[in-house]
């Protein structure tokens, strides 16, 4: 259903191009071009929405793992017990708890919790997780107090999570703003074109307006993409 809705809206955004930009049926072959980098696009919003979920339930997991350490558990059965507890609290299908039923099997099959635990810290790409998996391998292996590592992992996650929020909330006007922004171009081009036919036609189907518009197309894309690296705060 994803895959369809891309293609819908690359479609749409095709036609809005060959109406204001070129006026030109045959500007509608751009359809392929946007279609691949509309996809793009969308899947690296769709990983990052993803990530930022996955370290907010691995702080929670985190959380009852040390409940469970605390309470006597072994690490291994103290990753058993946070899978079912995570399933309670995400619901069949959670990312950090379908990761945990993966952890959960491999070590049940006699693999090391903390190879198992690297194998899933590489594949989420988030440097908080990583870390933890270089730490755990070392506790394990030295005998580390891994209450205090987990409790200071907990710590270290939640405060750059709360200071996140912090900022999209500080900067959120300013990105409405910048989606007004983003929209007044094509907006003034439809206005025009509306109240004004014949007013552009210097513009369409000659080749200097058509290289014209062109730059302008590519200019207000760049724009639109660096609006939207100056909003993206990493902490």
Do not use: W
Request: hydrophobic share 45%; proline share 2%.
């Amino acid at each position: 259903m994803g895959r369809y809705r891309e293609i819908l809206i690359a479609a749409g955004i095709t036609a809005l191009i060959a109406r204001l930009f070129y006026q030109s049926v045959k500007a509608l072959l751009l359809f392929f071009p946007v279609c691949y980098f509309y996809r793009r696009y969308s899947a690296k919003k769709e990983q990052e929405k993803r990530k930022r979920q996955l370290l907010q339930e691995f702080r929670d997991c985190m959380e009852m793992i040390e409940g469970n350490l605390l309470a006597g558990y072994a690490l291994e059965n103290a990753f058993l017990v946070a899978g079912k507890e995570m399933k309670e609290l995400h619901g069949e299908g959670g990312l950090m708890q379908t990761e945990l039923e993966i952890i959960n099997r491999k070590v049940c099959m006699n693999q090391p919790l903390e190879v198992v635990f690297e194998e899933f810290a590489k594949k989420s790409g988030i440097e908080e997780i990583e870390n933890f998996s270089e730490v755990l391998s070392f506790a394990k292996r030295g005998g580390g107090n891994l209450v205090g590592i987990i409790q200071n992992t907990v710590r270290n996650i939640s405060s750059k999570i709360r200071i996140e929020e912090e900022i999209q909330t500080m900067i959120a006007q300013k990105k409405l703003e910048q989606k007004v922004m983003n929209v007044m171009p094509v907006f003034l081009l439809f206005y025009l074109d509306i109240t004004s036919p014949g007013y552009l036609d210097v513009l369409y189907h000659n080749i200097l307006g058509v290289i014209f518009m062109t730059i302008c197309l590519l200019g207000y894309l760049a724009s639109i993409l660096l609006s939207e690296r100056m909003g993206r705060i990493e902490v």
